[in-house]
């Protein structure tokens, strides 16, 4: 089974910074894309920012210059390094994973549970 957990997530002034953090474990034969994405209540799930098994990355917009995305492929974890927040970033960020298990060697598609980002004063 795998598992993708987040943390990271909490309560930060406008201006200020958090880094999260994306662990998958379990039966894991290999990763490929992985990503951030966010929701905001009322909105549709966006995504933030998605980075390939090689290392290529891609930012929404609203994003670029602020979030570094990044993976340790050793450690199968995902971070996203989020400097500048504005308090339209709040959202629950999920982690996201395009995988192969190790157990039935198929490839599929992962989501952690989220966490809680709040930009406010």
């Known amino acids: 089974q795998v598992q993708l957990v987040e943390s990271g997530g909490g309560l930060v002034q406008p201006g200020g910074s958090l880094r999260l953090s994306c662990a998958a474990s379990?039966?894991?034969?290999?990763?490929?894309?992985m990503g951030w994405y966010r929701q905001a209540p009322g909105k549709q799930r966006e995504l933030v920012a998605s980075?390939?098994?090689?290392?290529?990355?891609k930012y929404a917009d609203s994003v670029k210059g602020r979030f570094t995305i990044s993976r340790d492929n050793a450690k199968n974890t995902l971070y996203l390094q989020m400097n500048s927040l504005k308090p339209e970033d709040t959202a629950v960020y999920y982690c996201?994973?395009?995988?192969?298990?190790?157990?039935?060697?198929?490839?599929?598609?992962?989501w952690g549970q989220g966490t809680q980002v709040t930009v406010s004063s």
């Open positions: 996201n994973s395009d995988l192969r298990d190790s157990v039935y060697r198929s490839r599929n598609n992962y």
């Open positions: 379990g039966s894991i034969l290999s990763i490929y894309g």
């Open positions: 980075i390939g098994a090689g290392g290529s990355t």
